[in-house]
């Protein structure tokens, strides 16, 4: 009750300081209203008065920086400071957990993920398969049309029947020549011409497999079939569902456009949130466990594949990715969670009090010591595990720095009531 009392006529007294302040300026304009008649010699005497004046109050404009960097700190005599009963302590280098708890979001496997389109220009005849169809891989996804690629298949068709005509006449003239009925140079002839279209079948065939048809489907286009030239089929690379679909038939889709993506959902990554002082402990090939919200009673097991050699410039934080398998599907891309990495190693990190860690402006904050005796400085900090009245100090501290671990309540209270006394005072 009696440290409340103190604490009370403290904020008071910060509080009423300006109210003060203000009364005395009042009080010194209206004397000089009263003593407005003066010597020659009391006027020069003001003016340099007013020139200091001046100065010092383009010095205070000048450390204007410095009053904003001391928004956060709190001034205490040695009397108060014992009333308050602040206790300002070394931070040990505590022993945490082996396992690190740290925040993710789940995200497709990028080399299970098909994005697939046309090779050629072509227009959308009808659509096989919508969003959230599973599909096999080879299975047809969108019927296209190509005046193109119906060209291509044309010529392929006629070089086809070209090769059997130069292949039929190449074999007569080798039977004629070994009956001494036909001469070497017809024979030659023959061969080459056969060589020839042979070559150029070939390379139809090959514009084909670039267009994206199969060996199968160019084995098997015919002419005079129902089925058009132009029309192919888009099929899907690999086993999945249609995750995404931007394509309607009439549209004409280019070769560079991918409208449709395959998701294969079995295999997810991990995108790990780790810190700057994590790195000692993460490697490769360590064991993770997944909880999700909105999946309370599902763990998910994985493994660490990748470990950022770069920090992230906003947030300090290291990315590292894991690989999980994900059962039943139960995982979505865009979800939220804690990642538990067993490093097989106690980590030694920077252990404060709970009560020691204050909220401030939504932010959570612990007071160290200022530059000036008696001053205490709120400084941000990120916390980790807690664990019996201890939380670990992620980044902000470091084991060895002096900070504020009793009191740290009664000193937010007085940096709340200077703040508030600050602002009424302008």
């Not at 000692?280 to 599902?298: D, F, K, M, T």
């Amino acid at each position: 009750m009696k440290k409340l009392i103190i604490l009370l006529n403290f904020i008071t007294l910060i509080a009423t300081g300006p109210l003060l302040t203000r009364c005395s300026s009042n009080s010194s304009s209206n004397n000089n209203n009263e003593n407005h008649t003066k010597k020659p010699s009391q006027h020069r005497g003001e003016h340099a008065e007013d020139e200091e004046q001046h100065a010092k109050s383009s010095e205070t404009e000048g450390h204007s920086g410095e009053s904003e960097h001391q928004a956060r700190e709190v001034h205490l005599s040695k009397q108060q400071r014992n009333n308050l009963g602040i206790k300002v302590d070394t931070l040990n280098s505590g022993s945490a957990s082996s396992t690190i708890a740290r925040p993710a979001s789940i995200t497709y496997d990028l080399d299970e993920i098909a994005k697939v389109g046309p090779r050629i220009e072509a227009k959308v005849i009808r659509v096989l398969k919508d969003l959230g169809d599973n599909v096999q891989q080879g299975e047809r996804l969108v019927l296209m049309s190509s005046v193109e690629l119906g060209k291509v298949k044309a010529d392929y068709i006629r070089l086809r029947a070209a090769l059997k005509r130069e292949q039929a006449h190449y074999k007569r003239e080798k039977s004629l020549f070994e009956q001494d009925i036909s001469s070497q140079a017809e024979l030659l002839k023959a061969e080459a011409e056969y060589e020839q279209t042979r070559a150029e079948r070939d390379a139809a065939a090959e514009a084909l497999r670039l267009y994206g048809l199969s060996n199968e489907a160019i084995q098997s286009i015919e002419a005079g079939t129902e089925a058009p030239l132009s029309h192919f089929y888009i099929t899907s690379p690999i086993n999945g569902v249609v995750q995404e679909r931007n394509l309607s038939p009439g549209q004409t889709v280019s070769s560079s456009e991918t409208p449709i993506h395959i998701a294969n959902l079995s295999k997810m990554w991990v995108m790990i949130d780790a810190y700057e002082q994590d790195i000692r402990y993460l490697e490769q090939g360590q064991s993770i466990s997944l909880s999700v919200r909105s999946l309370p009673s599902a763990t998910f097991k994985g493994t660490i594949d990748w470990i950022s050699y770069a920090l992230q410039k906003d947030s300090r934080t290291m990315p590292v990715r894991a690989h999980l398998e994900n059962t039943g599907g139960q995982l979505r891309s865009g979800m939220f969670g804690t990642v538990r990495i067993q490093t097989d190693t106690e980590r030694k990190i920077a252990m404060i009090p709970v009560d020691a860690v204050q909220t401030i402006e939504g932010e959570s904050m612990v007071f160290v010591p200022g530059q000036e005796p008696g001053s205490f400085r709120a400084t941000k900090v990120m916390l980790s595990t807690e664990n019996e009245g201890m939380v670990e100090i992620a980044s902000g501290l470091q084991p060895g720095d002096r900070a504020v671990i009793a009191g740290a309540f009664d000193l937010k209270s007085a940096l709340t009531a200077q703040s508030r006394s600050a602002s009424h005072s302008h």
